[in-house]
């Protein structure tokens, strides 16, 4: 499981350093303070009355932050990660010697750490419970289901997940006898690639909602009409039940391969019209046909392989295990731990802030679209609506949203709208002024 052990001393090491990673951690801490402070400043200006529930909220997640930079330095700076990994042999030596081989030693290894991860986030949990409790609407948190933490984990936390799966798939090749060469690196790579492009689409998402038919009516008639006039593979309309984060999400495409059936959250069909429910579907048809959702997919892929390009650099580089505390020993688990102690999180950050500069203003695209199809007032209406309800649990500010959520807020593609709303009005304007000038010539 180590790491091709060589006499020739390590190559110099510039990059992932302990300096670097203390560093890169205070940054994104910094940037994570200052996307907070501008939130809590909009909120502030636009409802002094819940600025004291937005100031505890935001107050907490700075904490969690803070916690997290400062565990950060800590395991760096002492080397825990060595230390434990010393202790795990120890402890095999001592009441395990019969599974002393370099598997069991990293499954142990694994094991400790995913207890103390557990331990960990049980406390902020309750932690948590307790002083929001208050200020938001904190339901009692039910017996985890597997499927339902795929899916969590998936969604919310991609990075920890692809390392986790990247320890499974190192300790699976060690099980079958293979030595890990470079070629198995590749191998890896798709491995974790093709689990997010079929699982997560064809299992995850429909295992976490309740789906029925959608039924006859002027709404399905319009999505049909819609679906024929641009060519649309339509195969099922489903009307879902469950979670829902925001109105915005309340239609889309799923299926796989091809995203061809249509769902409708129950949500939307109490808020919204059918006129409305059309529009936002035909910004949704707009993303199907220029194919902006490919290219996202795409950008989301390029940047994941970027990602696990940093995980190879790490922990393959003598000189980065011996600066992080280990001596004469390179093991591949304790290594991509800590790179996800250490550098996970930076990286993370700066991968996430490529992929959402790279496709923040392909949202207003399917938008144009949309109108430009006629469905310009009803969007606006729909879009309208969802603002108020955004108001209500507090105004996103425009950077904090790409940092986060990688699209533009609602505010902002409502002003786009209206930007397109004068440009086709002035253009009417001019069309009617000419055609008097022609009568009157």
């Given at each position: 499981m180590?790491?091709?052990?060589?006499?020739?001393?390590?190559?110099?090491?510039?990059?992932?350093?302990?300096?670097?990673?203390?560093?890169?951690?205070?940054?994104?801490?910094?940037?994570?303070?200052?996307?907070?402070?501008?939130?809590?400043?909009?909120?502030?200006?636009?409802?002094?009355?819940?600025?004291?529930?937005?100031?505890k909220t935001h107050s907490w997640r700075l904490t969690k932050s803070w916690w997290l930079y400062i565990a950060t330095v800590l395991v760096i700076t002492f080397d825990a990660i060595p230390w434990l990994w010393r202790l795990v042999q120890a402890y095999q030596t001592a009441y395990l010697p019969s599974l002393g081989s370099e598997f069991?030693?990293?499954?142990?290894?694994?094991?400790?750490?995913?207890?103390?991860?557990?331990?960990?986030?049980?406390?902020?949990?309750?932690?948590?419970?307790?002083?929001?409790?208050?200020?938001?609407?904190?339901?009692?948190?039910?017996?985890?289901?597997?499927?339902?933490?795929?899916?969590?984990?998936?969604k919310g936390k991609p990075v920890p997940a692809m390392i986790l799966c990247l320890c499974f798939d190192v300790l699976l090749l060690k099980a079958c006898g293979l030595k890990l060469q470079g070629h198995h690196f590749l191998v890896l790579l798709l491995v974790q690639i093709s689990s997010i492009i079929i699982l997560y689409p064809?299992?995850?998402?429909?295992?976490?909602?309740?789906?029925?038919?959608?039924?006859?009516?002027?709404?399905?008639?319009?999505?049909?009409?819609?679906?024929?006039?641009?060519?649309?593979?339509?195969?099922?309309?489903?009307?879902?039940?469950?979670?829902?984060?925001?109105?915005?999400q309340g239609v889309q495409f799923l299926g796989w391969p091809r995203k061809t059936n249509i769902v409708i959250h129950e949500a939307m069909l109490d808020r919204f019209n059918a006129q409305e429910i059309l529009s936002l579907l035909a910004s949704r048809f707009g993303e199907w046909k220029l194919r902006v959702s490919l290219a996202i997919y795409m950008l989301s892929m390029l940047f994941f392989v970027n990602m696990f390009t940093y995980i190879l650099l790490f922990i393959k580089q003598r000189a980065v295990y011996e600066d992080f505390g280990f001596v004469d020993e390179y093991p591949l688990i304790p290594g991509l731990i800590l790179f996800a102690v250490a550098f996970?999180?930076?990286?993370?950050?700066?991968?996430?802030?490529?992929?959402?500069?790279?496709?923040?203003?392909?949202?207003?695209?399917?938008?144009?679209?949309?109108?430009?199809?006629?469905?310009?007032?009803?969007?606006?209406?729909?879009?309208?609506?969802?603002?108020k309800a955004q108001q209500e649990a507090g105004e996103i500010d425009w950077m904090f949203s790409m940092y986060y959520n990688g699209e533009p807020t609602i505010s902002e593609r409502l002003a786009r709208l209206e930007k397109i709303a004068s440009e086709k009005a002035g253009k009417e304007d001019f069309l009617v002024e000419k055609k008097e000038k022609a009568i009157m010539a």
């Open positions: 180590d790491l091709q052990k060589s006499s020739t001393a390590p190559e110099p090491n510039y990059i992932f350093t302990k300096s670097v990673a203390i560093y890169s951690a205070l940054v994104v801490h910094l940037l994570e303070c200052f996307l907070t402070w501008r939130q809590l400043r909009l909120q502030r200006a636009i409802d002094p009355v819940t600025d004291a529930a937005a100031r069991w030693r990293s499954s142990l290894f694994l094991m400790a750490c995913g207890l103390m991860y557990m331990v960990v986030g049980t406390l902020v949990s309750v932690v948590e419970l307790r002083l929001l409790k208050d200020s938001i609407n904190v339901e009692p948190t039910p017996i985890p289901r597997w499927d339902k933490v795929l899916y969590d984990i998936t064809i299992y995850l998402q429909y295992r976490t909602h309740r789906s029925s038919p959608l039924g006859s009516g002027a709404l399905k008639d319009g999505i049909l009409e819609a679906a024929t006039e641009i060519n649309f593979p339509l195969k099922r309309i489903d009307v879902v039940a469950g979670p829902l984060e925001s109105l915005d996970a999180r930076p990286c993370s950050s700066y991968v996430r802030i490529q992929r959402n500069l790279a496709t923040y203003r392909m949202f207003f695209i399917s938008d144009k679209h949309a109108a430009d199809n006629g469905h310009l007032t009803e969007l606006q209406a729909a879009l309208g609506k969802i603002a």
